[in-house]
C-alpha cells in the first residue's frame, strides 16, 4: 500500500471505554460498549453490543422475538451460529465470518436464536440510526456468508475484511448503505505492521480491539483488547499493531445531527412518533 498523502489529518484517539457488563434478550450475557451511561451514542451509532463465551448459559436463550423501528441492526459473528426469523416469513442462519445488515424501518417483529456449534459464540450487534425521512422505509435485508465478504490480503500479511465501504486499494463491501455511507471492517495486522485508510473529515470513527494491542495516530496512544477507542476529526486512520497479533473493528459514518427519541426497541426523532411506534406494535400494524 503506497503512503498516504502527508497532508491529511490523522485521526487521533480522543476516550477509551471498556463498556459495561450486562445482560439482554433472554439473559444473554454481553457488554454494552455503545448504548449504555457510559456512552450513550456516536452518532449514527446507538448501540454496540459484544458477546463472546463458551458457556452455553450465557446465551442459549437468545433474543425471542421482539420489534424494532426506526433504524438498522447489524449482526456480525466471529463463531457459532445464529438463526434469524421475523414476522414476514423471512429466515436465514449467520454463521462465522457472516453479516446481517438489517433495515427495520418502519417495523418488523424478529427473533435472533443462536444455534450451537461446540459451544462457542461470539460477535457483535450494531445499532445504526436511520434520518428521519427514511425512517419509515420498507423494511429490508442484506445477509452475507463468510465466503461472500471480500479479504484483502497484503504482502506484509496484513488482512482487510470489508462489510461495507471501499478500502484504500478498492476492495468494496458487500453491504450497500446510502442512509449514512458507513465502513465496517475487520481487521488483523502482524507486528508492527500499520493499517492506513482515508475516511471523510466529517465521519465519527470507532476502534474496536477484538485481539492483541494497538497504537492509534500518529501520537501513537495504546487501545488494549476488548476496549473501544473514539477518534477525533480527521480524513486518515492510522493503526500500528504493538503484538505480534492485532485484530479490530473500525467502524465510521457521517453523523446524522438529529433529534433521537428512543423507546425501548423503536428509535425516532420525537417522542410522539415513538408513542406512535408502541401503539402500531400492539395493534399488530408491524
Do not use: C
Not at 247 to 265: D, T
Amino acid at each position: 500500500m503506497e503512503a498516504l498523502s502527508n497532508s491529511n489529518s490523522v485521526k487521533e484517539l480522543i476516550s477509551t471505554t471498556k463498556g459495561m457488563k450486562t445482560t439482554d434478550g433472554d439473559g444473554v450475557s454481553m457488554v454494552r460498549l455503545i448504548g449504555s451511561a457510559e456512552l450513550n451514542m456516536l452518532d449514527p451509532f446507538l448501540l454496540l453490543d459484544a458477546f463472546s463465551s463458551d458457556e452455553p448459559n450465557d446465551y442459549i436463550g437468545g433474543f425471542p422475538s421482539h420489534p424494532h423501528r426506526g433504524f438498522e441492526t447489524v449482526t456480525y459473528l466471529l463463531d457459532g451460529k445464529m438463526r434469524h426469523k421475523d414476522n414476514a416469513g423471512n429466515e436465514g442462519l449467520i454463521e462465522a465470518g457472516g453479516v446481517q445488515w438489517m433495515t427495520a424501518g418502519k417495523g418488523i417483529v424478529h427473533s435472533e436464536m443462536p444455534e450451537q456449534e461446540n459451544g462457542l459464540l461470539s460477535g457483535f450487534q450494531l445499532w445504526v440510526n436511520l434520518p428521519a425521512e427514511n425512517k419509515m422505509v420498507e423494511p429490508q435485508y442484506q445477509e452475507f456468508s463468510a465466503a461472500e465478504v471480500p479479504v484483502e490480503h497484503w504482502e506484509n500479511g496484513t488482512e482487510i475484511r470489508v462489510i461495507t465501504g471501499k478500502t484504500q486499494q478498492g476492495t468494496k463491501g458487500p453491504v450497500n448503505n446510502t442512509y449514512v455511507s458507513p465502513l465496517f471492517m475487520d481487521v488483523a495486522l502482524k507486528a508492527g505492521k500499520a493499517f492506513q485508510q482515508e475516511i471523510d473529515v466529517e465521519d465519527n470513527t470507532l476502534i474496536y480491539v477484538i485481539d492483541g494491542e494497538v497504537s492509534i495516530g500518529n501520537e501513537k496512544q495504546t487501545l488494549s483488547a476488548k476496549n473501544i477507542g473514539i477518534l477525533e476529526q480527521g480524513d486518515e486512520i492510522k493503526v500500528t499493531s504493538k503484538t505480534d497479533q492485532a485484530r479490530f473493528l473500525v467502524i465510521s459514518a457521517k453523523p446524522l445531527n438529529e433529534p433521537v427519541a428512543r423507546g425501548g426497541p423503536f428509535v425516532m426523532n420525537t417522542e410522539d412518533q415513538v408513542r406512535q411506534a408502541f401503539s402500531d406494535y400492539r395493534s399488530n400494524r408491524f
